[in-house]
């Protein structure tokens, strides 16, 4: 494509798509070091992967191997665990050093 018929617009577009490509990760580990994201789980991806391959009918054994299915159908075979998760305001009150709303008290007078 010729210099002239790219528009400010498309490459402002690409430049932000390439850039959120690129610092997806380093963002990722940067909030779930901060506290603001749950740490991934290790067999995650094995997990949804053999749930998608068994919703397809398909036998994930044969795909992903045994060990990797066996993991995973003993990792979903306990409930999912509830996650706290801080909010943007909790963040904020971390990062800057003040306590948050609900840990102060009214002053009586």
């Known amino acids: 494509m010729c210099a002239s018929c790219v528009s400010k617009v498309d490459?402002?577009?690409g430049t932000v798509g390439f850039s959120a490509?690129?610092?997806?990760?380093?963002v990722q580990d940067m909030l779930v070091a901060a506290g603001l994201l749950p740490e991934p789980h290790p067999l995650a991806?094995?997990?949804?992967t053999v749930?998608?391959?068994r919703g397809l009918e398909?036998?994930?054994?044969?795909i992903l191997g045994g060990e990797a299915v066996e993991a995973a159908d003993r990792a979903l075979a306990f409930p999912?665990?509830?996650?706290?998760?801080?909010?943007f305001r909790d963040a904020i009150a971390?990062?800057?050093g003040r306590s948050m709303r609900s840990q102060t008290v009214p002053a009586v007078q």
């Open 11 to 13: 490459v402002v577009a």
């Open 21 to 26: 490509y690129l610092l997806k990760g380093p």
């Open 45 to 48: 991806r094995d997990m949804r």
């Open 51 to 53: 749930t998608f391959l």
């Open 58 to 62: 398909l036998d994930p054994v044969a």
């Open 80 to 87: 999912r665990q509830k996650i706290y998760r801080r909010s």
């Open 94 to 96: 971390l990062l800057a």
